[in-house]
Each structure stands twice: as structure tokens, then as C-alpha cells.
């Protein structure tokens, strides 16, 4: 079965410094993968997307993600964190023929002063 | 991208009455989907809505319990009936935009508490 999986549920980082947020993918074929971010009481903000080519993807407010076809991995990182970052990240991924996006579970992302 | 906007941005609903959630697009779209995000979960798709053709439900959902309407390529509405406690959570409405394959933009949601 398809799935998205987002091993920290929970992850706490020092303004300013690096951050990594881990996603992993089972499908049959490479699906198209996103990272959304969801701030307290908001709908959902496109980060970035990845179809095929590069593998390493900018997206907004500074973040990237690098897909990595041998490890079924979609990390998510920026080199340095604003308090403002502080929020719910989700990954996700589509197959490219339903429309459907299958959500991992999220990774909530607090920031030390 | 497309501007999408929900209403109501969130309700109180009693026990087994029911709530309509609009959701509506500044352009027209091919895809729009309906999503639901309990608390403190992550969010599953309840269906996609199907312009001119009744709404396509994941498994789970049925149509007696969300009805969902979508009569033209900018509107769609989600119903959530007989409401109980469990269907306390966020309601989400995603589109697709023409020509940006199997890119979903969010609305802002509708955040459901059940009484």
C-alpha cells in the first residue's frame, strides 16, 4: 500500500540554527512529493513540490528538500530557523493519476529563543 | 496558485443537526477535494468533488453522511450530517489548478466543534 511516513512527531530547534525534517515514501513508482506547512488555526502553504529532474528542490521562505530515490526519502531542511517557523509540517505524496495526496503523520516544529 | 476561501471559519454545532461548509475558488478549476483533519491528526481525504457528476468518496466516507455538491468549476459545498462529537475536527477544501498537475492549494478550513 502507498504511504507517507514522517518519523518525528515532534521536533525542537534553536533559532538560528539548522533544521532537518525526515519523510519517507512507499509507493510502486516515484510519486510526486510535497512539503505543506500548517501555522496555528491556518489552512495549508505550499513549501515546495517535486516531480522528476533535480533532485534537490527549493521552495519558499528559504526551505529545500533533496529527493532521494535510494533511501525512498524527501527531507526537508533549511540552514536557519526563524521563530516564525514554528508550525506543523506535513509531507505528502501523489501518484500522479487520482488527484489524491496520501499526508504523512506531521512533524510539529517549536523553536527555542 | 488559486485564492480560496471557506465559510463559515468555524462553528459550534449541536448533536444531530448539521453543517454546510462552502468553499469557493477564484478561478475556475478541474479538481476540487474535500478534506478532513482530526484533532491533533494528520488529514484523510473524504472525496473528490466532481463537477457536474456526484462526488467520488475514499473509503470510509459515504455520501448519506457528507453530502457534497459542486455545481460549477469555482463552488463546492461539504455537508457533514447528523453531527456527533467524533466529527468535531477541521473540514479542509484543496483544489488543483489547470495546467499545475496534482498540485492541491488549501482553503483556510473550517474548524467543526460538536456539542
Known amino acids: 500500500a502507498q504511504s507517507v511516513t514522517q518519523p518525528d512527531i515532534h521536533i525542537t530547534v534553536s533559532e538560528g540554527a539548522s533544521l532537518e525534517l525526515r519523510c519517507n515514501y512507499s509507493?510502486?513508482?516515484?510519486?510526486?512529493l510535497f512539503w505543506y506547512v500548517q501555522s496555528p488555526g491556518q489552512g495549508l502553504q505550499l513549501l515546495l513540490k517535486y516531480f522528476s529532474g533535480d533532485t534537490l528542490v527549493q521552495g519558499i521562505k528559504g526551505f529545500e528538500a533533496e529527493f532521494k530515490r535510494s533511501q525512498s526519502s524527501f527531507n526537508l531542511r533549511k540552514p536557519s530557523v526563524h521563530w516564525s517557523d514554528a508550525a506543523e509540517y506535513f509531507c505528502a505524496g501523489g501518484s500522479g493519476n487520482t488527484g489524491k495526496l496520501i499526508f504523512g503523520q506531521g512533524t510539529t516544529l517549536q523553536v527555542k529563543p | 496558485s488559486a485564492v480560496i476561501s471557506q465559510k463559515p471559519s468555524r462553528d459550534i454545532c449541536q448533536r444531530g443537526t448539521s453543517l454546510t461548509i462552502q468553499c469557493q475558488v477564484d478561478s475556475q478549476v478541474t479538481m476540487m477535494f474535500w478534506y478532513r483533519q482530526q484533532p491533533g491528526q494528520s488529514l484523510t481525504l473524504i472525496a473528490t468533488a466532481n463537477q457536474g457528476s456526484e462526488a467520488t468518496y475514499e473509503s470510509g466516507f459515504v455520501i448519506d453522511k457528507f453530502p457534497i455538491s459542486r455545481p460549477n468549476l469555482t463552488f463546492s459545498t461539504l455537508t457533514v450530517s447528523n453531527l456527533s462529537p467524533e466529527d468535531s475536527s477541521i473540514y479542509l477544501c484543496s483544489v488543483e489548478t489547470s495546467g499545475v498537475t496534482d498540485t492541491q492549494y488549501f482553503g483556510p478550513g473550517t474548524r467543526l466543534t460538536v456539542l
Open positions: 509507493y510502486g513508482a516515484t510519486p510526486y
